[in-house]
């Protein structure tokens, strides 16, 4: 199956639309590179992918990237849609952008029916670690570092109890999440490492029932907790709510405002 966003229909079989951030009102469209490209999980027998050069055909007022939204299928999820072949009318793109574009094995749309060679794991890995060193700035202010592991601190304490398996789920939650970090190609490095399992943190089997047996301890106390949290709302609401379970009364205290009394 070939699939084309927003792109000319006699190409491909299916047709899909470029997403975009939501949180931006008004006719001026910013793309969510991640939804748009995780989309592609939806067709398994995905054989090709076709990508636009522009969008001001339908949206005249846009930042919209052909590299960047090239750069976030390459480090899609699942790690065989990003070694899918990417076509695009490379006689469209500004000679600038065309060494990157070729570095990210993409080929021309006249070459959508040729024999092309697929890309290894190998090759894919190369070029991931391409676009992750030349997006990721780890020269950052302690504050921002500071951020950035909070960010990354209740996706991985959600991510770990769901693992546990303790009777709830929290896929829900842990797929806002995951959306909303990935967004960040420093977090998508981390969550893409997850995927390749060279990840140091996953909880070891041998402590996995323990702890298990632990966590549906805590959640079966029935006991008031408050807590005091200044970032509920970059997923550390949902963590804790998981951690302590539904059977525990969970007061939530912004820091900045006055305690009751």
């Known amino acids: 199956m070939i699939i084309g966003f927003d792109t000319d229909k006699k190409y491909s079989d299916k ?3 470029i997403k975009f951030d939501m949180s931006y009102s008004g006719k001026f469209k910013i793309p969510d590179y991640h939804l748009t490209s995780e989309q592609i999980l939806k067709f398994p027998n995905t054989s090709a992918i076709i990508i636009p050069d522009n969008i001001n055909h339908l949206h005249p007022r846009n930042n919209y990237n052909p590299i960047e939204l090239i750069q976030h299928i390459r480090l899609i999820s699942d790690h065989k849609y990003g070694k899918i072949q990417i076509f695009i009318d490379l006689q469209a793109l500004e000679d600038s952008d065309l060494e990157k574009i070729i570095e990210l094995k993409v ?15 190998e090759r894919l890995e190369a070029i991931i670690g391409s676009i992750l060193d030349e997006k990721i700035d780890l020269t950052e202010s302690v504050s921002s570092r500071h951020d950035r592991s909070n960010q990354w601190g209740s996706y991985r304490l959600l991510h770990q109890l769901d693992s546990l398996n303790s009777g709830l789920s929290y896929k829900v939650e842990l797929t806002e999440l995951k959306n909303k970090l990935s967004q960040k190609y420093y977090f998508k490095k981390l969550i893409w490492n997850e995927a390749s399992r060279t990840s140091s943190n996953a909880i070891n089997f041998s402590e996995k029932e323990s702890l298990k047996t632990k966590l549906i301890s805590l959640q079966n106390q029935s ?29 939530f205290i912004v820091a900045c405002q006055s305690l009751p009394e």
């Not at 080929?107 to 794991?121: F, M, S």
């Open 15 to 17: 047709e899909i639309h």
């Open 107 to 121: 080929l021309d749309i006249t070459d959508l029916y040729g024999r092309n060679d697929p890309i290894t794991d």
């Open 223 to 251: 006991i008031n907790i408050g807590i005091i949290e200044d970032e509920g709302h970059i997923g550390w609401e949902s963590a804790y709510k998981a951690l302590f379970g539904e059977k525990n009364n969970i007061e």
